[in-house]
């Protein structure tokens, strides 16, 4: 299929109201929902009932630009991978690539990664060296995404523990079951805030890495085309900066 660039004022009108633009072609294949498989409640990127976010947000908006509907599917970090092998899914969003699995789409935003330690750890951490005869956790696939940072130092942690959603490394770190953790801040922030922060947040930031592109993987090809045209879209609109604003306003 072949996409048809279209004006900003009849990209603006898509926006608003969901209306096709202006010689829009669509193909048998726009006749259904783009199913994306994302991971479970973890503001400000992603949040369930209903789904929105920075993340969610942003790919209904990309899609809703080349006259498509999306559905989210939410599911736990495991999971995602086989649904999308078995096709239950058209794509997930991800950081890293899948190999020939699917192919990945433009960035279509960014997490903020860093590295945090328990509010109360006697020690000083301003470099992933003096991470060393600490417990670590991290996310999956951090030790691939992070694997320059990250180099001899993982073998010098007193332990590496994979976690699995946000909420589980607040819980860790309140409950000092880990003393430093490796993976994204404007997450952490969002879930201690809704919590009782009397007594303030249960992690210091130690250190700030450079932003970590996002991208959705999808089986089609197609699919891939038609999300990328709808980003450029909304980057031409300054529509992405907006969203991010909309959750974490001033990128703050």
């Not at 970090?77 to 092998?85: G, V």
Request: charged content about 20%; hydrophobic content about 40%.
């Amino acid at each position: 299929m072949k996409l048809l660039r279209f004006a900003p004022l009849a990209m603006f009108a898509t926006l608003l109201f969901g209306l096709p633009a202006e010689g829009m072609q669509v193909s048998p294949l726009t006749s259904n929902p783009v199913r994306i498989g994302t991971i479970q409640h973890n503001p400000p990127y992603v949040i369930e009932n209903p789904s929105s976010g920075i993340d969610m947000d942003t790919i209904r908006a990309a899609f809703s630009a080349v006259g498509r509907d999306v559905e989210f599917v939410h599911a736990p970090l495991t999971r995602i991978s086989s649904l999308l092998r078995t096709r239950r899914i058209d794509g997930i969003t991800t950081l890293v690539g899948m190999g020939s699995q699917c192919t990945l789409s433009q960035v279509f935003g960014y997490w903020h990664d860093g590295v945090v330690v328990r509010r109360d750890l006697d020690k000083s951490v301003s470099t992933i060296a003096d991470l060393a005869s600490l417990r670590v956790g991290m996310f999956p696939s951090a030790s691939a995404v992070f694997a320059e940072k990250l180099g001899p130092h993982a073998a010098s942690f007193a332990s590496e523990t994979v976690i699995n959603s946000t909420p589980s490394v607040l819980r860790l770190l309140q409950y000092g079951r880990i003393d430093a953790y490796i993976g994204d801040i404007w997450g952490l922030e969002a879930l201690a805030a809704d919590e009782d922060t009397a007594k303030g947040y249960p992690f210091r930031i130690a250190m700030t890495f450079e932003p970590t592109p996002r991208y959705v993987c999808f089986l089609e090809g197609e699919v891939t085309e038609q999300f990328n045209a709808g980003l450029e879209e909304l980057n031409v609109l300054g529509q992405l900066a907006r969203i991010v604003n909309r959750y974490r306003p001033q990128g703050k």
